[in-house]
């Protein structure tokens, strides 16, 4: 049964002709995941489906749980193609899940199997794609290449070597890979132990002997212009809220000493040293002309159990409900007065947040570069069908869709791609439909501008890519 038909997602002939003519030809700039760099500069070949699919995947994780799957079937130690039978058994009951749309996109656009994955087709699946993996064409860097991938950002700890995007570098590759700059760690100081390790290592890495505040700020310095040097041109966050204390960077060096000597710091100290570090990271992106990316509203870890057993990113964390507009406008207030405020993202992850974060963006817009301040595409829980069409909406209605940066994987896997060719189909049916009903003009050129724009040109002049 063939299921990802031509017309998937699109339903009228504007629709298909703007997909068709516009979207499908554009190539990728994923600019925010979260692959291996060390995976797609030694071009890695997996050996089977279970290993390029299943591994590292907290989305398949989560769903196999909710559906009765023990745990050694997801992350532990079973066959890799007893994990795979375990997923496939999983997938009937994904219906109305996007997790059903991308699993046979994905089959589709990598391996063209057009049968639906259950139990019964498992085997002949497995086989099938498994031995395909094997052939030279479905290596890493062909497999970018086949989903014509112009631009990977991954995401890259400042302590990173970058010694993988440094070799890529020299490649013949038809992409370009680029590292992100994600300093998560450098102001995360629940663990006082875990935190004082990590400086250390940070330390380690910048020649910096980090003993005070300004010690940390002269290694983050350095790292920015270390990974510069090597076409970084973003930085991503992940945080509950964007806090701002106006005092924070004179606050933060006693609370700095304290963390350092190894004692815990209550919440109020913790959030004015993330305030404190965060703010001078963001003019240093400014003078750079760098974009920095907030990924906002993930309450994380949430199972302390499993949190224990597995660690992090294995599929724990759900959508929290954190008050997020007035602090942001303080923050970018404070930046944008003194003319330091970067290009921005923000992502929300509270679809209750939509019109909040859409209406943030006009407050700091100032004319300099079209689309300065972006609200991110549907991330995370909202990646999927509803999410992305409230998301356009929204942004539609409090500010220019045309200038929107378009659509990230956000992802671990190699396999994910085709999550772009979802968010174009979505893209083109809404805007076709708009066409059909006649809420904007039947003008295919016009509106066929505007899908080039999203899906990759405008993030193209963003980045300076």
Excluded at 101 to 129: C, G, M, P, Q
Excluded at 209 to 217: G, H, K, N, P, W
Excluded at 261 to 281: F, I, M, P, W, Y
Excluded at 364 to 391: A, H, N, R, T, V
Aim: with cysteine; aromatic share 12%.
């Amino acid at each position: 049964m063939t299921f990802i038909k031509p017309d998937f997602l699109l339903q009228s002939q504007q629709a298909i002709t703007l997909y068709e003519k516009c979207a499908a030809p554009s190539a990728i700039v994923d600019y925010h995941n979260h692959l291996s760099p060390k995976d797609i500069a030694e071009n890695r070949q997996f050996n089977n489906l279970s290993e390029i699919w299943l591994e590292g995947d907290h989305y398949k994780w989560r769903a196999m749980r909710i559906n009765g799957v023990p745990e050694e079937y997801c992350t532990g130690a079973r066959d890799p193609y007893e994990k795979f039978l375990a997923w496939s058994k999983t997938v009937p009951h994904t219906l109305r899940n996007p997790l059903y749309h991308w699993t046979h996109l994905e089959l589709k656009n990598y391996f063209n199997v057009n049968e639906l994955l259950s139990e019964h087709t498992a085997r002949a699946i497995y086989d099938h794609a498994s031995a395909q993996l094997q052939q030279p064409e479905f290596r890493v860097q062909a497999l970018l290449t086949r989903m014509n991938v112009a631009v990977v950002g991954t995401t890259d700890d400042p302590a990173d070597s970058l010694e993988y995007h440094v070799r890529f570098a020299e490649s013949t590759a038809g992409f370009k890979m680029v590292p992100t700059f994600r300093p998560d760690k450098s102001y995360t100081t629940h663990d006082a132990l875990a935190y004082n390790q990590y400086l250390d290592t940070l330390g380690r890495v910048a020649g910096v002997t980090i003993q005070s505040l300004d010690d940390l700020l002269q290694a983050l310095k350095m790292r920015v212009d270390f990974f510069d040097s090597l076409g970084c041109r973003a930085s991503d966050h992940g945080l509950e809220f964007l806090y701002f204390e106006e005092d924070a960077l004179i606050k933060a060096a006693g609370i700095f000493k304290k963390v350092r000597k190894g004692d815990n710091l209550s919440v109020s100290e913790q959030q004015t040293l993330r305030s404190a570090v965060l703010l001078e990271l963001s003019k240093w992106y400014h003078e750079r002309e760098w974009a920095q990316q907030f990924h906002l509203g993930a309450i994380r870890n949430n199972n302390a159990r499993m949190m224990k057993t597995l660690g992090p990113d294995t599929g724990f964390d759900s959508i929290g409900d954190f008050a997020q507009a007035k602090h942001m406008a303080l923050y970018f207030n404070a930046l944008d007065t003194t003319n330091q405020l970067a290009r921005t993202i923000i992502y929300n992850l509270n679809p209750a947040d939509n019109e909040v974060f859409a209406t943030m963006l006009g407050n700091f817009s100032d004319g300099s570069i079209p689309g300065k301040m972006q609200w991110g595409s549907g991330w995370w829980f909202l990646d999927q069908k509803e999410g992305m069409e409230k998301q356009l909406n929204a942004l539609s209605n409090m500010g220019l869709l045309s200038r929107f940066v378009g659509m990230v994987t956000d992802s671990r896997s190699f396999l994910s791609f085709p999550r772009h060719e979802y968010f174009r189909r979505i893209l083109c049916n809404m805007l076709g439909e708009d066409m059909k009903n006649g809420s904007v003009p039947n003008d295919l050129e016009l509106a066929g501008e505007l899908v080039k724009q999203v899906c990759y040109h405008n993030a193209m002049r963003y980045f300076r890519f």
